[in-house]
């Protein structure tokens, strides 16, 4: 079993007697209603202020009565995370620096499309991971995030795109693919995933909340169990060796103990299909003989995809983008012996919101950070 972090409130200023609603989901905010002395139902009225019309101030519930009002401004607030910093990248993909405690913040990152919006929602500040190709891996790691953090950041993105549930639905999907692990922060991202999930929340389908995981193999059999959601793992290599140099993690759960968990997700949900999420980096993992590693894995999950990506620099990295050439190889070879591939276009990249850039800012408690930037200075480079 992996120990969780506890996690904190992330706004300083809010009062420590009062209570925020956006650290419940339904079952739970009907037994805080309870407690208060309140008809469970009572809780139902106000979640549909929260997330149907975005309302955070008790007063602008007209359905709910005066005392009741009156009771949750004494007891309660609505307290998503403060946005430090809005970007918007020329192809209209948006990046928020949402403040957290201590000096703290978290990024969360929207991408719009003709058909769909996307909205990536981080799990924990920093990350206890380290993959070596991923700019959040460098930061270290502070702590895990409060359920309002994880919502909260759905939240504000929602508020600030006008995002109306049921009449303007700006954002269709969400992807836990953010800073941070999600399987490392179970209990109070599985509560977030299930405001996004409930009509009463954000009212998304099971398919349009995915949760990214670098492959923490006890959690990946939990969550089947408990949420309907959709599943996604950070593979990046089809061999063990080349996978632990990149995602550490896969020596404590190697390929063969992935694949079994992935293939007891499949057989528990026959009608959902594993993505399998894969970074380009050349001359690392981008070679024929890649795709044939590849091509050997996804045939023990046939009914699984491949979503290829190429990587995405960050100051201070040695990796490199796998040129076009060989992106279209890999993926021309993989589709050749029938495995179903995506590749996924960059966006965002000019604001440094694409897959595998997120930093934010992080109090570090691994030392990590200060490792990397010794790295870099030693090579004469300068973090940014």
Known sequence: MVNQVAATTSDPTAPADKVNLLDFDRE???????????????AEQVMKWIYHHLEDDFEKMTDVGKALRAKLEASCYVGPPKTLLEKVATDGTHKWLLGMDRGNAVEAVYIPEPTRGTLCVSSQIGCALACTFCSTGTQGFNRNLAPSEVIGQMWVAAKQLGN??????????VVMMGMGEPLLNFDNVTTAMSLMRDDLGFG?????????????????????????????????AANDELRTELVPLNKRYPLAELTAACQRWVARKPRTSITFEYTLMKGINDQPEHARQLIKFMRKLPTCKVNLIPFNPFPGTRYERSDAQAIHAFQTLLLNAGVLTMLRRTRGDDIDAACGQLKGQVLDRTRRQAAFRKRLEEGGIHAA
């Open 28 to 42: 739970g905010l009907r037994d805080f209603f309870t407690q208060i002395g309140e008809k469970p139902y009572r």
């Open 204 to 236: 998304l389908a099971s398919k349009r909340v995915t949760l990214s995981t670098a492959g923490l193999v006890p959690m990946i059999d939990k969550l089947s169990e408990t949420i309907d959601v959709s599943l996604a793992v950070s593979l990046h």
């Open 164 to 173: 109306i549930t049921h009449q303007n639905r700006r954002i269709t999907n």
